[in-house]
T-cell receptor, first 114, second 110 residues
Framework: DAGVTQSPTHLIKTRGQHVTLRCSPI?????VSWYQQVLGQGPQFIFQ???????GRGNFPDRFSARQFPNYSSELNVNALLLGDSALYLC?????????????FGPGTRLTVT | DAKTTQPTSMDCAEGRAANLPCNHS???????VYWYRQIHSQGPQYIIH???NNETNEMASLIITEDRKSSTLILPHATLRDTAVYYC???????????FGDGTTLTVKP
């Protein structure tokens, strides 16, 4: 089975621009979570979606938004990019629900804002 | 989510057991302990998780103290490819949010 896939792999944007990152979860997984990882730090939680509904939001500004589609894939959108948004953006897929489950991470999208 | 405390870095000789400690003194009754590792510039990789009993899989063993305030991840025969940042996380059953700290950088040396 294919793992979590993310696109694009790398991206360079200019301050003030908008970016859309995409994630396809493992087949059968209904939950997708997004994380931001700045160089030298652990991943920081941004959003979780389960069954197309937002189930959690981290401490990020409203410039960050996301959605989940009927096929459980997800998009992360960031508006008005700042230099500080440069990071590795990770998507994690899981079964979700009320049982303990593992999160499987994709390879990430490396965003550079200049 | 409960906060975890891990040493910043550890070294281990190739072929020896690597024992990575984690303190989670404020863990709640419904929170599980999860371990992930991240090899440079890749996404974190799930290793193992447990609630209160010791767990073992093909990658590692997880030892959780009886009071659940700390745990140890054991890599029984470390190889050079086990060099990575190891994260200990505590997370409630149905929570999608994993709170990562800065983890432990494990360096396996020949």
């Amino acid at each position: 089975d294919a793992g979590v896939t993310q696109s694009p792999t790398h991206l360079i944007k200019t301050r003030g621009q908008h970016v859309t990152l995409r994630c396809s979860p493992i087949s059968g997984h209904k939950s997708v979570s997004w994380y931001q990882q700045v160089l030298g730090q652990g991943p920081q939680f941004i959003f979780q979606y389960y069954e197309k509904e937002e189930r959690g939001r981290g401490n990020f500004p409203d410039r960050f938004s996301a959605r989940q589609f009927p096929n459980y894939s997800s998009e992360l959108n960031v508006n008005a990019l700042l230099l500080g948004d440069s990071a590795l953006y990770l998507c994690a897929s899981s079964l979700g629900g009320a049982v303990p489950y593992e999160q499987y991470f994709g390879p990430g999208t490396r965003l550079t804002v200049t | 989510d409960a906060k975890t405390t891990q040493p910043t870095s550890m070294d281990c000789a190739e072929g020896r057991a690597a024992n990575l400690p984690c303190n989670h003194s404020t863990i709640s009754g419904n929170e599980y302990v999860y371990w992930y590792r991240q090899i440079h510039s890749q996404g974190p990789q799930y290793i193992i998780h447990g609630l209160k009993n010791n767990e073992t899989n093909e990658m590692a063993s997880l030892i959780i103290t009886e009071d659940r305030k700390s745990s140890t991840l054991i890599l029984p025969h470390a190889t050079l490819r086990d060099t990575a940042v190891y994260y200990c996380i505590v997370r409630a059953t149905n929570a999608g949010k994993s709170t990562f700290g800065d983890g432990t950088t494990l360096t396996v040396k020949p």
